[in-house]
């Protein structure tokens, strides 16, 4: 370089200039590989490995015997043998090395393959034992342990977990804690805190936490059928959205639209069908809503004896034409406002498009429906249809209860001590809390919310997912609590507010018999963080991930009853306890494939938002996509653009040093911003 002062930097590859000026890349000079975005240098690893007493020679290499899938794997001879020395060869790594370094597999061999000149022939050595009970990390030993594994495998989806495996290393996640926690109260009827799995997060050391649950554990309120000799209260969430509209009259901001795209041969009789026996199966879309002696109760439905879906033939229109008025309708049946006390809250119409091409719209009321419970519809209307066209009968199992039950339940199980040790947390927990996060606004704040707003989708770079796991792994944290700790940074950067309070919806189904369920069962937990003092983000994360558990371990007093309990100070221009709001998923099938035809989601364009500011990120593959629900009373489109630039950056920045101080990390868009705005001071 002829820039003074410029530096040279030895990267450790080789490579040789070729007549063309190009370069050839002829391989390492060291051993260095990269995985997963991260360098590693093996005979680190192998240096690890050799201070263990056992341990005569190590060698680690990176494999990819199936394609698209590399790892580390380690060999060694050791100079003695005893039981259960692979168990403490990955304990010993995993002490002294950061995750993405601990080998996959640790393979011991009699001895190591030389070359003639002595070297190890790392082409000879052999792949990691397909042994069925290989990498498992054990066997179960005891009736416990073998009980929890089949529940692990179970909610993480594999064919086998081993008592020593880690359960967020195979995959596990805040919503599927929530579910195994469920399991085992199903199972061996005890209450265990959320954050144990966190604290014991292998099935050996959960075993030990459940079996000394068992001998304290008390007899708990039994979520059961109940008879439907009187009329059923509503849920406490219910019973919030009953309210809402008797203060702010009928309105289409809670209505759920589920468009879904159907390509092929569509037998409409059969989905027709499919519908009806949707209707049947779960009472909570007949259902309607109804005040007695001060207090909300649902009234369930009979089933229609016949039920017409309405058919719109855009099949006429050109191609240009028909895909404006297919988002056209579906907005315009999005806004069609329900009737709780007349209902039908499920309608549904049928837009044919071509012989072969169909959107099916289903449009719900929130107070019968959320996120997950959208996911059960389609996947349940998806096999019955498939049955009714082969004219089989239904092929799915009787429910054990229904929502009216489960809020029945709710009812009488979340009272008395129980209720008084949870309101206790969160009133000690946000006393004093701020009521409003005063973020910088494009225009002043209305002095009644409108609803009125906008979507923005983003997507993070493809390598970023794979990096943000390895980070949290690292940390010992979930995905979801990352995410969440970059939204609260970029909250601190846009406010310098120091004292965040962010809500964030939690599926709510912590118990087995209320998973296969329809109906409104999600929560808003408040999370409450101190930012004082510039902290760096692992230290901020750790702290969320300490507030998410203590929200966990009490997240069955509903949004509604804190509201009624705190009674913050009213106020129309703004929501109550929190403003602004994160949610995270994980990937939801993109398609059902049935019978000949494909059932795909549609985006829906939303035009409403309930809060201020609300990020989503899901997970779809490999990629992170995400869209932000803004209100545009308060924000412009371009405002909105530039924070999605700034939390891409505090992620990619984080990914790279998470010991960075929040006021440090460097925003991509500040330097873009600084330039725009002495753009216009000069125009």
């Given at each position: 370089?002829?820039?003074?002062?410029?530096?040279?930097?030895?990267?450790?590859?080789?490579?040789?200039?070729?007549s063309?000026?190009n370069?050839?890349?002829?391989?390492?000079?060291?051993?260095?590989?990269?995985?997963?975005?991260?360098?590693?240098?093996?005979?680190?690893?192998?240096?690890?490995?050799?201070?263990?007493?056992?341990?005569?020679?190590?060698?680690?290499?990176?494999?990819?015997?199936?394609?698209?899938?590399?790892?580390?794997?380690?060999?060694?001879?050791?100079?003695?043998?005893?039981?259960?020395?692979?168990?403490?060869l990955?304990?010993?790594?995993?002490?002294?090395l950061?995750?993405?370094?601990?080998p996959?597999?640790?393979?011991?061999?009699?001895?190591?393959?030389?070359?003639?000149?002595?070297?190890?022939?790392?082409?000879?050595?052999?792949?990691?034992?397909?042994?069925?009970?290989?990498?498992?990390?054990?066997?179960?030993?005891?009736?416990?342990?073998?009980?929890?594994?089949?529940?692990f495998?179970?909610v993480?989806?594999?064919?086998?977990v081993?008592?020593?495996?880690?359960?967020?290393?195979?995959?596990?996640?805040?919503?599927?804690?929530?579910?195994?926690?469920?399991?085992?109260?199903?199972?061996?009827?005890?209450?265990?805190?959320?954050?144990?799995?966190?604290?014991?997060?292998?099935?050996?050391?959960?075993?030990?936490?459940?079996?000394?649950a068992?001998?304290?554990?008390?007899?708990?309120?039994?979520?059961?059928?109940?008879?439907?000799?009187?009329?059923?209260?509503?849920?406490?969430?219910?019973?919030?959205?009953?309210?809402?509209?008797?203060?702010?009259?009928?309105?289409?901001?809670?209505?759920?639209?589920?468009?879904l795209?159907?390509?092929?041969?569509?037998?409409?009789q059969?989905?027709?069908?499919a519908?009806?026996?949707?209707?049947?199966?779960?009472?909570?879309?007949?259902?309607?809503?109804?005040?007695?002696?001060?207090?909300?109760?649902?009234?369930?439905?009979?089933?229609?004896?016949?039920?017409?879906?309405?058919?719109?033939?855009?099949?006429?229109?050109?191609?240009?034409?028909?895909?404006?008025?297919?988002?056209?309708?579906?907005?315009?049946?999005?806004?069609?406002?329900?009737?709780?006390?007349?209902?039908?809250?499920?309608?549904?119409?049928?837009?044919?498009?071509?012989?072969?091409?169909?959107?099916?719209?289903?449009?719900?009321?929130?107070?019968?429906?959320?996120?997950?419970?959208?996911?059960?519809?389609?996947?349940?209307?998806?096999?019955?249809?498939?049955?009714?066209?082969?004219?089989?009968?239904?092929?799915?199992?009787?429910?054990?209860?229904?929502?009216?039950?489960?809020?029945?339940?709710?009812?009488?199980?979340?009272?008395?001590?129980?209720?008084?040790?949870?309101?206790?947390?969160w009133?000690?927990?946000?006393?004093?809390a701020?009521?409003?996060?005063?973020?910088?606004?494009?225009?002043?704040?209305?002095?009644?919310?409108?609803?009125?707003?906008?979507?923005?989708?983003?997507?993070?770079?493809?390598?970023?997912?794979?990096?943000?796991?390895?980070?949290?792994?690292?940390?010992?944290?979930?995905?979801?609590?990352?995410?969440?700790?970059?939204?609260?940074?970029?909250?601190?950067?846009?406010?310098?507010?120091?004292?965040?309070?962010?809500?964030?919806?939690?599926?709510?189904?912590?118990?087995?018999?209320?998973?296969?369920?329809?109906?409104?069962f999600?929560?808003?937990?408040?999370?409450?963080?101190?930012?004082?003092?510039?902290?760096?983000?692992?230290?901020?994360?750790?702290?969320v991930?300490?507030?998410?558990?203590?929200?966990?371990?009490?997240?069955?007093?509903?949004?509604?009853?804190?509201?009624?309990?705190l009674?913050?100070?009213?106020?129309?221009?703004?929501?109550?306890?929190?403003?602004?709001?994160?949610?995270?998923?994980?990937?939801?099938?993109?398609?059902?494939?049935?019978?000949?035809?494909?059932?795909?989601?549609?985006?829906?364009?939303?035009?409403?938002?309930?809060?201020?500011l609300?990020?989503?990120?899901?997970?779809?593959?490999?990629?992170?996509?995400?869209?932000?629900?803004?209100?545009?009373?308060?924000?412009?489109?371009?405002?909105?653009?530039?924070?999605?630039?700034?939390?891409?950056?505090?992620?990619?920045?984080?990914?790279?040093?998470?010991?960075?101080?929040?006021?440090?990390?460097?925003?991509?868009?500040?330097?873009?911003?600084?330039?725009?705005?002495?753009?216009?001071?000069?125009?």
């Amino acid at each position: 370089s002829e820039e003074p002062g410029s530096r040279l930097y030895k990267t450790g590859d080789r490579a040789r200039y070729l007549s063309d000026g190009n370069l050839e890349y002829l391989g390492r000079l060291d051993d260095q590989i990269k995985l997963r975005g991260y360098r590693i240098e093996p005979g680190e690893i192998q240096g690890v490995l050799l201070r263990h007493p056992a341990v005569a020679e190590a060698v680690v290499i990176l494999r990819e015997d199936k394609p698209g899938d590399p790892r580390l794997v380690a060999y060694v001879t050791v100079s003695e043998e005893y039981e259960g020395l692979l168990r403490d060869l990955k304990q010993h790594l995993a002490d002294l090395l950061p995750s993405y370094m601990v080998p996959t597999a640790i393979v011991v061999l009699d001895a190591l393959p030389l070359t003639l000149n002595g070297k190890v022939n790392r082409q000879l050595l052999p792949p990691p034992s397909q042994d069925p009970m290989e990498g498992r990390g054990g066997a179960p030993r005891t009736l416990t342990e073998e009980l929890l594994a089949t529940i692990f495998a179970d909610v993480l989806g594999v064919e086998h977990v081993g008592v020593h495996e880690h359960f967020f290393e195979k995959g596990g996640h805040s919503l599927l804690v929530i579910q195994v926690i469920s399991r085992i109260r199903n199972t061996w009827n005890v209450e265990l805190p959320v954050g144990v799995l966190f604290e014991t997060p292998t099935v050996a050391e959960l075993a030990e936490q459940v079996d000394r649950a068992v001998l304290e554990s008390t007899r708990r309120v039994s979520l059961a059928p109940v008879a439907r000799t009187h009329a059923m209260p509503a849920s406490f969430a219910q019973q919030r959205l009953w309210f809402l509209e008797q203060l702010e009259g009928e309105s289409a901001l809670y209505n759920v639209p589920l468009p879904l795209h159907i390509e092929g041969d569509l037998n409409e009789q059969a989905l027709t069908t499919a519908i009806r026996e949707l209707v049947l199966r779960h009472e909570v879309l007949r259902t309607t809503f109804t005040e007695v002696d001060g207090g909300v109760v649902q009234i369930i439905g009979a089933v229609p004896s016949e039920l017409k879906i309405p058919v719109i033939d855009l099949s006429e229109e050109g191609v240009e034409f028909r895909s404006t008025q297919v988002q056209r309708l579906i907005g315009q049946l999005a806004e069609q406002t329900f009737s709780l006390t007349q209902g039908p809250l499920f309608r549904s119409h049928l837009l044919k498009l071509r012989k072969d091409e169909h959107v099916l719209v289903l449009i719900l009321h929130h107070i019968v429906t959320d996120g997950w419970s959208n996911g059960i519809l389609i996947q349940e209307l998806g096999k019955l249809y498939e049955a009714f066209v082969k004219g089989q009968p239904s092929p799915l199992p009787e429910l054990p209860v229904q929502y009216a039950d489960y809020a029945t339940w709710q009812r009488q199980w979340l009272q008395g001590d129980r209720l008084d040790r949870q309101l206790q947390y969160w009133t000690h927990r946000l006393a004093d809390a701020p009521s409003l996060l005063a973020l910088q606004t494009d225009y002043p704040r209305p002095p009644v919310q409108s609803y009125r707003g906008a979507v923005r989708f983003f997507e993070l770079p493809t390598g970023v997912s794979s990096a943000l796991k390895e980070l949290s792994g690292r940390e010992g944290v979930t995905l979801f609590m990352t995410l969440l700790t970059a939204y609260k940074t970029l909250l601190f950067r846009e406010s310098g507010e120091e004292d965040l309070v962010v809500g964030f919806p939690v599926a709510n189904r912590n118990r087995s018999e209320i998973e296969g369920l329809i109906g409104f069962f999600v929560n808003t937990l408040v999370l409450r963080t101190d930012l004082s003092g510039n902290p760096t983000f692992q230290e901020l994360l750790q702290q969320v991930k300490k507030v998410a558990l203590e929200a966990y371990a009490n997240q069955d007093v509903p949004f509604e009853k804190l509201v009624e309990e705190l009674q913050p100070e009213r106020n129309r221009s703004y929501s109550p306890l929190c403003q602004v709001v994160f949610g995270f998923q994980q990937e939801r099938p993109a398609s059902v494939v049935c019978q000949d035809v494909t059932m795909t989601f549609c985006e829906v364009e939303r035009k409403s938002s309930k809060f201020d500011l609300t990020f989503f990120v899901e997970e779809r593959g490999d990629q992170l996509v995400g869209s932000v629900e803004y209100s545009t009373d308060l924000f412009a489109e371009k405002t909105i653009e530039r924070m999605i630039d700034q939390y891409r950056s505090i992620l990619e920045s984080v990914i790279e040093n998470p010991k960075q101080r929040l006021r440090e990390i460097q925003l991509r868009s500040d330097a873009a911003l600084v330039e725009e705005e002495l753009d216009e001071l000069f125009q």
